[in-house]
């Protein structure tokens, strides 16, 4: 176990359901980050929050929506998908922005149909 | 965590060969390199670090080289085994980014 938790693990919605995926890290970690794994692109950063601040948002569509209440959670929002949006989306953590390593979580497998 | 349907570059080797995984970058300002291993249906795992300041590291049965001349690292596996069959990523960044650069990753396959 790396320390970064996710859940749920598999989730299937409609393009008109509402759900959230959920992260949380018992590293003491200051950083939390969402990444998207499809097939086209491996491993595409989304957004990044350092003292749960937003410091990154990689041009994502409003249709994920993230919140991070404080450094031990993350959530990511997500509402009126496509089936493009199918993915595996990991949640990982640092001990800062950037330049630390990062410790990831085993991701949610979403699929949209 | 599985890379199913990834169009990833494979490399297949027998079990106790030993593997050579490279990655190029292209950012001449990085100076912090890592690599990471996914298992199926796991996220990435860490397995070894290097800074600019270094050309070599060595861990557990692994070892990382850097050229910093011609913008290559490579991760080198002594022994392979069964258990090291994964999708490997290497990650970059530079002074003052906020975030890790990950390569596309190499799919390393196992033969008995």
């Known amino acids: 176990e790396t320390g970064v938790t996710q859940t749920p693990r598999h989730l299937v919605m409609g393009m008109t359901n509402k759900k959230s995926l959920k992260c949380e890290q018992h590293?003491?970690?200051?950083?939390m980050y969402w990444y998207k794994q499809s097939a086209k692109k491996p491993l595409e950063l989304m957004f990044v929050?350092?003292?749960?601040?937003?410091?990154e948002n990689n041009s994502v569509p409003s249709r994920f929506s993230p919140e991070c209440p404080n450094s031990s959670h993350l959530f990511l929002h997500l509402h009126t998908l496509q089936p493009e949006d199918s993915a595996l989306y990991l949640c990982?953590?640092?001990?800062?922005?950037?330049?630390?390593?990062?410790?990831f979580g085993p991701g949610t497998r979403l699929t949209v149909t | 965590g599985e890379s199913v349907g990834l169009h990833l570059p494979t490399l297949s080797v027998q079990e106790g060969d030993n593997s050579i995984i490279n990655c190029a970058y292209s950012?001449?300002?990085?100076?912090?390199f890592i690599w990471y291993k996914q298992e199926s249906g796991k996220g990435p795992q860490f397995i070894i670090d290097?800074?600019?300041?270094?050309d070599k590291r060595q861990g557990q049965r692994v070892t990382v080289l850097l050229n910093k001349t011609v913008k290559h690292l490579s991760l080198q596996i002594a022994a392979t085994q069964p258990g090291d069959s994964a999708v490997y990523f290497c990650?970059?960044?530079?002074?003052?980014?906020?975030?890790?650069?990950f390569g596309q990753g190499t799919r390393l396959t196992i033969n008995p």
């Open positions: 990982a953590s640092s001990t800062s922005g950037g330049r630390y390593e990062q410790y």
């Open positions: 590293l003491g970690h200051n950083a």
């Open positions: 929050y350092n003292f749960k601040e937003q410091t």
């Open positions: 950012n001449s300002a990085s100076d912090y």
């Open positions: 290097i800074r600019s300041n270094m």
């Open positions: 990650a970059e960044t530079a002074q003052g980014a906020q975030k890790l650069v």
